[in-house]
């Protein structure tokens, strides 16, 4: 009985249906704005690593959540009128939460919301390193855009 049982199941094949993720990294740039640092522009730019996970909801949208590192920050470069200069670099770990609508085959608008975690923080003027006690927020929401281009 028992050679019959394990027989069965050794030549027996069983089809399993589930969810279709697909996964891959991520490797791109960031321009960030900073609030309060009394500076307009994206004139940081900076890295975002990491992986991801996705799934097509239908023919037209698909969710994606990461796990990336992304370095954001400001800067002035030095000025010529009044010998200022100006770094702010913040490395946060974040996970972003995508929505993205294909317009065709190869190309989609992306958007969505991510909670962040701050790892490291610089800041420096033409002075030097600035130690103005004041921390940093320790975690963040922000939103995210862009243009996907397969």
Same mark, same amino acid.
């Given at each position: 009985?028992?050679?019959?049982?394990?027989?069965?199941?050794?030549?027996?094949?069983?089809?399993?249906?589930?969810?279709?993720? %697909? @996964? *891959? +990294?991520?490797? /791109?740039?960031?321009?960030?704005?900073?609030?309060?640092?009394?500076? #307009?522009?994206?004139? %940081? @730019? *900076? +890295?975002?690593? /990491?992986?991801?996970?996705?799934?097509?909801?239908?023919?037209?949208? #698909?969710?994606?959540?990461?796990?990336?590192?992304?370095?954001?920050?400001?800067?002035?470069?030095?000025?010529?009128?009044?010998?200022?200069?100006?770094?702010?670099?913040?490395?946060?770990?974040?996970?972003?939460?995508?929505?993205?609508?294909?317009?065709?085959?190869?190309?989609?608008?992306?958007?969505?919301?991510?909670?962040?975690?701050?790892?490291?923080?610089?800041?420096?003027?033409?002075?030097?390193?600035?130690?103005?006690?004041?921390?940093?927020?320790?975690?963040?929401?922000?939103?995210?855009?862009?243009?996907?281009?397969?």
């Amino acid at each position: 009985m028992k050679r019959t049982i394990l027989a069965f199941f050794l030549f027996t094949s069983i089809t399993v249906f589930a969810q279709d993720f %697909k @996964g *891959g +990294i991520r490797l /791109g740039v960031a321009g960030t704005q900073v609030n309060g640092d009394r500076l #307009s522009g994206f004139d %940081k @730019g *900076g +890295i975002i690593f /990491g992986g991801f996970v996705s799934r097509k909801l239908n023919e037209h949208f #698909s969710a994606q959540m990461d796990l990336v590192y992304i370095q954001k920050g400001s800067r002035k470069p030095l000025s010529d009128i009044d010998n200022t200069y100006y770094l702010l670099r913040v490395n946060y770990l974040e996970v972003p939460v995508m929505i993205q609508w294909f317009l065709t085959d190869k190309l989609a608008l992306t958007g969505g919301p991510s909670y962040g975690t701050l790892v490291a923080s610089h800041e420096e003027n033409e002075i030097g390193d600035i130690n103005s006690g004041s921390s940093f927020t320790k975690t963040e929401f922000s939103g995210n855009i862009g243009i996907l281009y397969k």
